[in-house]
């Protein structure tokens, strides 16, 4: 039973233009949620994350949305350059536990 | 380098075989947490230290499996008569605290047993 769902394995977006991420879950003691970026043959690197106090956090070129009725949460990347291809996994925290629960993760690509 | 270091890159070990995986936290990162990545999924929680004290230890699958991290800082672990569903990536992260603290990825160790 998955907990947090990424339900697009892949995401193709143009160079300059908005990528749009998005994230489902389905406990609602979650109340921190992370968003991290993985290149190939490498570990996942912290990207932003959000209390589920707010709902919106910005970082750079990096907002993430919290939409705590539809359990849903979402990254935007505006504008996407080249470097941002890697896979994004959306993970969450229940009550400040320390412990991770990962999505799948979604594989975005930046066409030139 | 400052990030985590985790040795071997790579393993290949024959089932039934004992291997032992390296990870070298953040200097001055009290937590330590291990994950294990299959092919296509997000990492899966296995063990988290605080200091030397194992905390938790709820994601092992099973009692072949054993982490150690005597000094509270390098921490290992070990897999015993490996079996070929022990085949994936095993990730270290640490963080400076507990909690909601962003956690510091390693690039992981790949192991794949024949």
Known sequence: ?112 | GAGVSQSPRYKVAKRGQDVALRCDPISGHVSLFWYQQALGQGPEFLTYFQNEAQLDKSGLPSDRFFAERPEGSVSTLKIQRTQQEDSAVYLCASSLGGGNQPQHFGDGTRLSIL
Request: glycine content about 6%; some cysteine.
């Open chain 1, 1 to 112: 039973d998955q907990q947090v769902k990424q339900n697009s394995p892949s995401l193709s977006v143009q160079e300059g233009r908005i990528s749009i991420l998005n994230c489902d879950y389905t406990n609602s003691m979650f109340d921190y949620f992370l968003w991290y970026k993985k290149y190939p043959a490498e570990g996942p690197t912290f990207l932003i994350s959000i209390s589920s106090i707010k709902d919106k956090n910005e970082d750079g070129r990096f907002t993430v949305f919290l939409n705590k009725s539809a359990k849903h949460l979402s990254l935007h990347i505006v504008p996407s350059q080249p470097g941002d291809s890697a896979v994004y996994f959306c993970a969450a925290i229940r009550n400040s536990n320390y412990q991770l629960i990962w999505g799948a993760g979604t594989k975005l690509i930046i066409k030139p």
